[in-house]
């Protein structure tokens, strides 16, 4: 389940309409619906099922996938450099992507580090075992695109190029955070990288992604800019089942804005698993329904992610509209740092581990020998120097000081209001020192 | 990486010294009370100001045209600061249900998406969280929306972006992100419209931090506040009331804001300083014209802004008369009037003669008959007979 470019499929993920595929998925359902109230172990072996007999139905089939060669057929034209005609990537996208997964796995691993020894505290939510995802899309996009994410925000911040040292300053509620300490671990914004947040209730990042992309459509068509900035929305399975994705999903259709819906699925809320809470668990059929293209890909396949995202990206920039990708992933640590993580039944998390997206993505490289272990160890090192310096770097960051309280509540600080003596608020000394009662 | 996000105090003291982030040409109308003067219509700071609920009669048209300004409903002053604003900066855009083609659901933004488009004054489906985070995502990246719910009630379904997104994002991302929305609508208790249509939402905002809340009562002040509503940069909830739209006043030719931090002087007075709001300024009024037959002086104030409060005007009253009457329509529990009555009580304990008065709506869902509904309002005659009291 590795790299490799399953030639078998060989239609366009997004032109297909899913009615065809709709089918076959539904034989394979058969073998488990969601009727069961059994447990979620259980359950959790008949997805597995349902989803092998998915994807050897549609190796079989031809049915909606990942990889479509005319995709590829597109890279053979335009990687003129790759030695190998059959190859997704070149060496440069291959080192790019296997550096910016390693940055992200680094990273969480050092925040558990840091937040066991009493650095970072609150909710921490870690992204190890997703990095696929984060990479594969967010690699493709230019500084002015958006990201909008939810509490699961580190990884998608640093992929999109927020310097890991603001990372780890806000996680540490130092000043030079990346919101000044005033947001932590879920809200990570980022105004030069076009990172919109960060938010801790599910569900609440979608209708302002929908709005970002709003923009970008109102830009080209009423200020007339040369304008085709993307947004991506990333969030999870339990979020699909929220009213604000529904919502979304239709103003982003209806509108045809420039935004890719991507749903992480790692099967499980919390303790929730995606089985026990939806009604049809195959979240990509959910696109068609409110009139968009709905695929379902490997999320723990950086190269599948990466042609999925290439092709839904290029779909808005081009204005056709939204797409729905949804790409089955994991988890390798529990929901947050916080979380015992017992339900979780361990062969289910012994067979993810083997599908890591970083080991699988270093195969990939070796097999095809676009890198060798030492090019890949140099990486390592360099990464791990980053982290290194991040952590020094907010260790060594002041602590917010009692005069930035109220700063920031208001862009405008009139909005604190007159006080008794007929001035502003704001300029009484007080708010400076951040010792007013507001 | 510099952190120079925050707002230095340098900063803000300029940024209070000039009057408003607008075009230095365009006059600001300030209160009596404040030292700048206000160039525009001194008139009607001088109390000459329309206590008629009413629209006025038909004037002779030879003298209507020699008057300055010219005569709008309310909904229209409302319209006519939309599309000056709509005009100004193309950045300005409308959105919520039936705002486009059908013209608003009281008309506030007709005509306005046959000149914009339809992607300016956007159509939205019924998804009002979805709609209002939308407008925040929108504000975020460069854009001034100004989302209309139908009737204010239905922000009940959009609080969660209102608190969570409007209110927090420019402090959660450390002042990276400005929000500048403006979301507007009627509310208030209309003509027997039934509980969840006649709701006062005004309450149920008021804790959340970051936002401002005003409320028009006039044409004028309509006018000026959605015109400074749309140029803030925080986000501004503006409440609008649907027994007021027909509120007929001359209004300026000349292009105008009001502050959104002051509150209006409407009568002045020796007596007692009587603080209330929207719709409930007319029935004030009305009781104002009884009680000053009985020989009585209110002061009558429109503290206009919800949140913050303008501790000033209401401050200076308060030194003047000693006794503080709050007439409101919101609902007694933690209601507009709790929150006034808890900020005078900490600032101006001092001057108080007597406990300060608050009459709110009854804490009972708006009932349909019509005999009912007129008593979980507060009425003139109850106004009087505090008034009355107060002053014994």
């Known amino acids: ?438 | 990486m510099a952190a120079s996000f925050g707002v230095s105090s340098a900063a803000a003291a300029n940024a209070v010294k000039s009057p408003a982030l607008s075009p230095p040409s365009l006059p600001v109308i300030r209160s009596e009370a404040r030292p700048i003067s206000c160039r525009v219509n001194k008139s009607r700071k001088a109390g000459k100001i329309t206590t008629k609920a009413v629209a006025a009669q038909a004037e002779n048209p030879a003298s209507a045209a020699s008057k300055p300004g010219h005569e709008v409903l309310l909904f229209e002053a409302l319209r006519e600061g939309l599309e000056e604003e709509m005009e100004r900066d193309p950045r300005v855009c409308i959105f919520g249900e039936d705002v486009g083609h059908y013209g608003g659901s009281y008309k506030v933004s007709k005509g306005l998406a046959d000149k914009y488009g339809d992607l300016r004054v956007l159509d939205t489906p019924i998804a009002e969280n979805s709609f209002i985070g939308m407008a925040v995502g929108a504000a975020m990246t460069g854009l001034r929306p100004v989302v209309e719910g139908m009737n204010m009630g239905f922000l009940l379904l959009a609080f969660n972006q209102i608190s969570d997104n409007c209110g927090m994002l420019h402090y959660t991302s450390g002042g990276q992100f400005t929000i500048p929305t403006v979301i507007r609508g009627p509310g208030g208790v209309g003509r027997q419209l039934g509980a969840e249509h006649s709701q006062r939402l005004e309450s149920y905002f008021q804790s959340i931090p970051g936002i401002q809340m005003v409320a028009c009562s006039t044409p004028y002040n309509a006018k000026g506040l959605m015109k400074a509503a749309i140029r803030s940069e925080n986000p501004v909830v503006l409440f609008e009331h649907v027994l007021l739209y027909n509120l007929k006043e001359r209004i300026p030719d000349e292009e105008y804001v009001v502050s959104l931090e002051e509150a209006e002087m409407v009568r002045p007075g020796e007596h007692v300083t009587i603080l209330t709001y929207s719709r409930m300024r007319y029935h004030v009024m009305q009781a104002a014209k009884t009680l000053v037959n009985k020989g009585y002086d209110p002061e009558v104030i429109d503290i206009r802004s919800l949140k913050p409060f303008d501790l000033y005007t209401i401050g200076n009253s308060i030194k003047k008369t000693h006794k503080v009457l709050i007439v409101e329509e919101c609902m007694r529990t933690g209601g507009i009037g709790a929150s006034l009555t808890a900020a005078i009580n900490e600032n101006f304990n001092d001057y108080l003669d007597a406990p300060i008065v608050c009459l709110s709506s009854q804490d009972v869902p708006t009932p349909y008959a019509g005999t009912l509904e007129e008593v979980t309002v507060v009425q003139p005659g109850q106004i009087v007979t505090a008034v009355e009291q107060l002053c014994r």
């Not at chain 1, 030639?7 to 488990?32: D, F, Q, T």
């Not at chain 1, 459509?217 to 040369?226: A, S, T």
Request: net charge neutral; glycine share 8%.
């Open chain 1, 1 to 438: 389940m590795a790299c490799s470019a399953t030639a078998k499929i060989i239609h366009n993920p997004l032109v297909l309409s899913s009615s065809r595929s709709a089918e076959k998925y539904e034989s394979c359902c058969k073998i488990s619906g969601p009727s069961s109230l059994l447990g979620s172990k259980f359950l959790g072996k008949k997805l597995l099922s349902a989803k092998s007999a998915i994807s050897l139905a549609s190796r079989r089939s031809g049915a909606v996938v990942a990889v479509s060669s005319d995709v590829v057929k597109e890279k053979k034209v335009k990687s003129g450099s790759s030695a190998a005609s059959n190859l997704l990537i070149t060496k440069e996208e291959g080192l790019v992507l296997y550096e910016d997964m390693y940055l992200g796995r680094a990273f969480e691993d050092m925040c558990a580090q840091m937040y066991y020894r009493g650095k970072m505290f609150g909710f921490v939510h870690l992204y190890n075992g997703q990095e696929a995802v984060s990479t594969g899309f967010i690699k493709l996009l230019k500084q002015e695109d958006c990201v909008v994410s939810t509490y699961r925000d580190h990884v998608h911040s640093l992929s999109k190029g927020v310097p890991a040292r603001q990372v780890m300053s806000e996680l540490f509620g130092k000043t030079t955070g990346c919101c000044r300490g005033q947001g932590g671990s879920m809200h990570m914004f980022s105004k030069e990288h076009n990172v919109l947040g960060g938010f801790a209730f599910i569900g609440e990042g979608i209708p302002v992604a929908t709005g970002a992309a709003f923009t970008s459509k109102y830009k080209r068509e009423v200020l007339k800019e040369d304008c085709d900035e993307v947004t991506l929305a990333f969030f999870g399975d339990g979020t699909c089942n929220n009213g604000q994705f529904f919502e979304c999903l239709n103003m982003a259709a209806l509108w045809k804005l420039p935004i890719v819906f991507v749903v992480e699925n790692n099967l499980w809320a919390i303790g929730m698993s995606h089985l026990r809470s939806t009604s049809d668990p195959q979240i990509w059929k959910k696109g068609p329904a409110f009139g968009m293209p709905g695929v379902h890909v490997d999320g723990m396949d950086v190269l599948k992610v990466r042609e999925v995202a290439q092709e839904a990206i290029g779909r808005a920039r081009r204005g056709e509209g939204p797409t729905l990708v949804e790409c089955e992933t994991y988890r390798f640590r529990g929901h947050s740092l916080a979380d015992p993580d017992e339900l979780r039944d361990p062969a289910e998390k012994a067979r993810y581990a083997t599908r890591d997206p970083i080991t699988a993505l270093k195969k990939y490289l070796f097999e095809n020998n676009l890198a060798n272990e030492a090019e890949l160890k140099a990486v390592d090192k360099k990464i791990d120097e980053i982290i290194e310096d991040s952590v020094e770097f907010a260790d060594a960051s002041p602590v917010p000081a009692r005069n930035q309280l109220l700063e920031n509540v208001f862009a405008d600080p009139r909005g604190f209001g007159i006080g008794p003596d007929g001035k502003y608020r704001c300029e009484d000394p007080k708010f400076t020192e951040g010792t007013a009662q507001v």
